[in-house]
């Protein structure tokens, strides 16, 4: 068990709402990352972060922000959730700082389904 | 920027059969090479992992792994499927030094009785 929590676990929201996804560590690892996972597309960055306050953008992340206020959590916001962002969306975190290049710790993932 | 291509979607053998999974790559830089696993339902672990080194990677539940510079490959082969074996395979790399880590598309592996 990596120390891993996404929540919600399941969220249904309608078009045009906000939504925020939630991931929290207790590892206390500087790297943190989102990806969504959709058949046919594997898993695609969003987002990820290498530290509080430090994020940048992943392969897919239009209509997506994040923030990392502090090391344990890192959040992802859907401004105006659409139909598209339908998704299993994945945290991650990386061992990077304590040597373990690259390996990545996968949260249970949170299901978005957008109506 | 890097980019992964996994070759099949779909990977269907039979118990006990020797399978090989596709990978390449696409960087101008040196890179680190992954193998994840999903089992239904599950999220992704890491199977195993190039950064360095030989060539020939082994990792957890007999799989291996072979980094080929000259053919930007990291394809993920085991000499005798089993049943348990079904899952989604994802290869990820890394370019070295840097913090992005890109996944393919995945191949499922569906092994027949």
């Known amino acids: 068990d990596a120390g891993i929590t996404q929540s919600p676990r399941h969220k249904v929201t309608e078009t045009g709402t906000p939504v925020t996804l939630r991931c929290h560590q207790t590892?206390?690892?500087?790297?943190m990352y989102w990806y969504r996972q959709d058949p046919g597309h594997g898993l695609r960055l969003i987002h990820y972060?290498?530290?509080?306050?430090?994020?940048d953008k992943g392969e897919v992340s239009d209509g997506y922000s994040v923030s990392r206020s502090k090391t344990e959590d890192f959040l992802l916001t859907l401004e105006s959730a659409t139909s598209s962002q339908t998704s299993v969306y994945f945290c991650?975190?990386?061992?990077?700082?304590?040597?373990?290049?690259?390996?990545?710790?996968f949260g249970e993932g949170s299901r978005l389904t957008v109506l | 920027a890097q980019s992964v291509t996994q070759l099949d979607s779909q990977v269907p053998v039979f118990e006990e059969a020797p399978v090989e999974l596709r990978c390449n790559y696409s960087?101008?830089?040196?890179?680190?090479l992954f193998w994840y696993v999903q089992y239904p339902n599950q999220g992704l672990q890491l199977l195993l992992k190039?950064?360095?080194?030989?060539?020939l990677v082994k990792g957890i539940n007999g799989f291996e792994a072979e980094f080929n510079k000259s053919q930007t490959s990291f394809h993920l082969r085991k000499p005798s499927v089993h049943i348990s074996d079904t899952a989604e395979y994802f290869c990820?790399?890394?370019?070295?030094?840097?913090?992005?880590?890109?996944f393919g598309k995945g191949t499922r592996l569906h092994i027949l009785p």
């Open positions: 991650a975190i990386s061992a990077r700082d304590r040597g373990q290049t690259g390996e990545l710790f």
């Open positions: 960087s101008s830089v040196s890179v680190y």
């Open positions: 972060s290498y530290g509080v306050k430090d994020t």
């Open positions: 990820a790399v890394s370019v070295r030094g840097h913090d992005k880590i890109i």
């Open positions: 590892e206390n690892h500087r790297y």
């Open positions: 190039y950064l360095s080194g030989s060539t």
